[in-house]
């Protein structure tokens, strides 16, 4: 039994982690927010939000050197400062 193109990128974002850090003031971050679980919806990647004032998100935005939010990280690397474009957010997934 064959895959279709789109059984095939949703297999492949599966797998993927990714972790939004927000903060409270920051005015982007629910479109940011808005668009990844319109994506995890989708896809069925694992996807948290951290606030950078929690613990865990000051570890993540320490270890990456992030210092603007909204901040996306994929598997483990910062992969988008800002609220990505679509298109681009779902590259990154698929890839």
Not at 50 to 64: C, H, I, Q, S, Y
């Amino acid at each position: 039994m064959g895959y279709n193109l789109y059984e095939v990128h949703m297999m492949e974002g599966k797998d993927k982690h990714v972790i939004l850090l927000v903060s409270q003031w920051c005015a982007t971050c629910p479109h940011a927010d808005a668009l990844w679980q319109k994506l995890q919806k989708e896809y069925g990647f694992k996807y948290d939000v951290l606030d950078v004032a929690t613990p865990e998100g000051r570890a993540w935005a320490k270890k990456l050197m992030i210092r603007s939010v909204p901040s996306t990280i994929i598997d483990g690397r910062l992969t988008f400062v800002g609220v990505p474009d679509e298109a681009e957010a779902r590259r990154a997934i698929e890839s």
